[in-house]
């Protein structure tokens, strides 16, 4: 199985815009169309700092592709170049928030990656009374203790990270 | 007696605890044993991106958790579904395997490769049956059911391996075995944008108004996935949209088993499930 995006792939496509028609995303924003984003590729080139990589919800509906493309690969292939190139933007931010919950808790603590992505604005993501029915619910955790693989988990990271 | 491990993900313990309270209640009635291990993050595409070997590692430790103890792993989460297989497959190459390997070894742990990867839903309609299932339903759930399947479990088809990707039915077939009418969406597969969520909330919500518009007309929502069942049961609250409840798939096989509705945390969803209930009981 191979599953790296290869270069060529970009070349390779002719612009039908079948991945377009079926991305969930390019439906309801018209600043994430894949067909351009993969002809700016071919013409100019990646722009690592293009936020717009980071709205591919990795929902493999562009898989339909006559030329074999896969722009949900060529989108993952970019931001990793993105975060290995030390990029700064919202959405190396976010994987900087994520990976940090992971590392410290063993499991995404999903008010802990919140609350480190978006800092106070956190509070504006839900209106209040739904807030409230949250953690009236159960489903707001502040009070995190790390998981009983928390410490494997940080040295998996550690080896990883060093090699 | 069907035994698995169980991982159930990060969000059992938060956003969808009901998801875990009902898929625990529902096992336990239909004899199905979970047996509870100290899994860790699937680590998503973020960690593969952020990381590949560690990404790799941490779905192999979670693997070899479930080796350790002999058995198929369980999952209700899509998400983790989809990236276990995926990890599953990456490492089937000798080299890879090896290598990550080398990293477990650190924290004591081996991955062999000879586990299988299941979500709740094939548990359910494979491996338990729906013979099995109709022999325990003790109340019909005669609603106008819409599923919905989300990405994940169906996509890509050469690393899930689980239904139809363009037209996904275990749901129905199970659905319409404790007696729900089936109200077809035809973004059934489309994306919640959860993904997204953070970065483009906007957008996400325009995602979840689309899948909701497409169910118009049911009695509820089901789902297989709890980023999904948090996009689209918090998500109409906050776009304020009539409310259709949406139930976890374990919920309403819950519910045909005859189990309170305490127990499966019915009380816990955002989108009140008062209406339909006094529909079903």
Redesign the interface.
Known sequence: ?E?VMNVSDIQRCYQCGTCTGDC??A???EE?NPRRIVLSLQVNGQDLGN?AY????????C?RCPRDVKPVEIF?EL??MA?SGGVEN??TK??KA??DV?KEY??????KF?LK??GIESIK???PS?AF??WR?????ISAKK???AE??R???E???N? | MLRYAYLPG??A?????EYDMSTRAVCKKLGIELVDI????C????????????WL??NA?NLALAEELGLDVVTICSSCFFNMK?AK??L?REEVKSEVNE??E??G?KYEGNVEVKHILGVLVDDYGIDGIIRNVERLVEVKASPYY???IV??E??VRFDNTEDPKKMEKLLENLGCEIADNP?KT??C????M??????HL??VK?ILEGAEGADCIVTVCPLCHYALD?GQ??LGMPEIPVLHVTQIVGLALGIEEKELGL??N?TPTEKLLEKVI
């Open positions: 199985m599953l969930p995303v439906w309801v924003n994430f936020e980071w709205l591919c919800a990795m929902c493999f509906k898989l993952s931001r990793k975060i919202v959405g976010l994987v994520f990976v992971v063993g499991r995404l603590v999903e008010t919140m992505f978006m993501m839900l209106p739904i029915k949250m619910n159960g489903k707001v955790s998981s009983e693989c494997e988990v040295k998996i990271f080896v990883c990270e090699a | 990060c969000s313990e938060s956003s969808s605890l100290p899994f860790n993050c680590g998503t595409h973020i960690v593969e991106e952020f990381n590949e070997k560690a590692a941490l430790r995926k497959a990456m089937e990293v477990l650190r924290i742990k989300g990405c994940l996509r890509p050469e690393i973004f489309d994306c944008g959860a993904p997204i953070l970065i483009d909330k906007e957008s325009r995602m689309r918090v609250a906050v009380d816990k955002i």
